[in-house]
């Protein structure tokens, strides 16, 4: 995901510049980073951006409206649907990781903040459903049925439908437990040594291989498996008489 301004403004009545619209949407979202949902004023907003107040209530009317426009507006693009499905499907899984990844210790925090606001609106709660999470479930289902089509899975296991509620939790919680924003490495980990095996494949040491993971080998001193193991050369497993 990656949550900040770089398309040009969705409507046409505002009487700000492109440029402008985009450093003040830009503004909005920082603040929401550094004070939360609930702490976010509009005098904070016009003077981060030394604009008027009486601008700001004009032109959006309160901040729900505000922080609404800001994430349609900049909310993150949607993933880039042109490599999903043309890879194996471990290496469709990590670069999707990847991708969630890449800015996730700022984007993270931001969701984070507007967690408790998006239970008493619902017009920010679609928003945010619509910008954010629905395009990244969309390509998680695209990249499992193009596995499904190119036999690399005769079916997707059951357990798969838990798969986003899993990885949204963990970035959501890494902070709390780990006391570590989310990263590219942290998304990425999390699919080869949660999300591969509930398929049975495993990434490579070298990359993404897409066949399963390979058996350790026993430790040392130990008495492993002899390829002879269960034979005998008597019929009966005992020596002749």
Known sequence: MSIRCSRSPLSGR????????????????????????????????????????????????????LVVSAIELCGAPPPPMEWLGRNSLVEDLRELARWAGRDAARDVPLMRALGSAMQADGELLRVMRETIIEPELVAFQRLLDAA??????????????YVPHLLFGA???RVFIDGLE????????????????????????????????????????????????????????????
């Open 14 to 65: 505002s009487k700000l510049t492109p440029e402008r619209e985009r450093e003040l949407y830009d503004a909005v979202l920082d603040l929401l980073r550094e004070v939360g949902y609930e702490a976010l004023t509009m005098d904070a907003v016009a003077s981060r951006t030394r604009s008027s107040k009486a601008t700001l209530y004009r032109q959006w009317g309160n901040k729900s409206r």
């Open 148 to 161: 499904v089509e190119r036999g690399e899975i005769a079916e997707v296991p059951p357990a798969v439908k």
């Open 171 to 173: 970035l959501f919680s």
């Open 182 to 241: 989310p990263d590219e490495e942290y998304v990425v980990t999390l699919v080869d040594e949660v999300v591969l095996p509930m398929f049975g494949l495993g990434a490579s040491v070298e990359g993404d291989s897409g066949k399963p993971a390979p058996v350790p080998p026993a430790a040392p001193g130990s008495a492993g498996p002899s390829p002879d193991a269960g034979q005998t050369d008597e019929p009966n497993g005992a020596p002749g008489d």
